[in-house]
């Protein structure tokens, strides 16, 4: 196997890396009704770099989202993937939920 295609770093490189170089993780709440949801996305780095986000629901894990990313950009552009998985994600809930909301009043009325 080609090295250079494997995105998994060794714990040596894991090590090397400076925790300031990498942008912040995002949380935030998306509501509906008595419901609350928390979206959680951060840097995974070991045993590849990724972006994760969590889907959260009563402290339970509903839905994992996981893109690989070249951990070799500057710190500006890895804040700009997160907060664009960030973002996207909260979007697509929130469509899901009006969706949802939507068919449920339908059948009701």
Known sequence: MDSNKDPKITRDTLYSLRSENLPMGRLSEVKF?????????????????IILTLII???????KIENEVDINQDRDSLS???NEQHMQTISE?????????????????
């Open 57 to 63: 629901l009563g402290g339970e894990i509903k839905q």
């Open 93 to 109: 809930l929130k469509q899901k939920i009006e969706k949802k909301f939507s068919k449920t009043n339908q059948t009701t009325t």
């Open 80 to 82: 700009r993937l997160l």
């Open 33 to 49: 009704g008595n419901v609350s949801l928390q979206v959680q996305t951060e840097f995974t780095l070991y045993p590849s770099p």
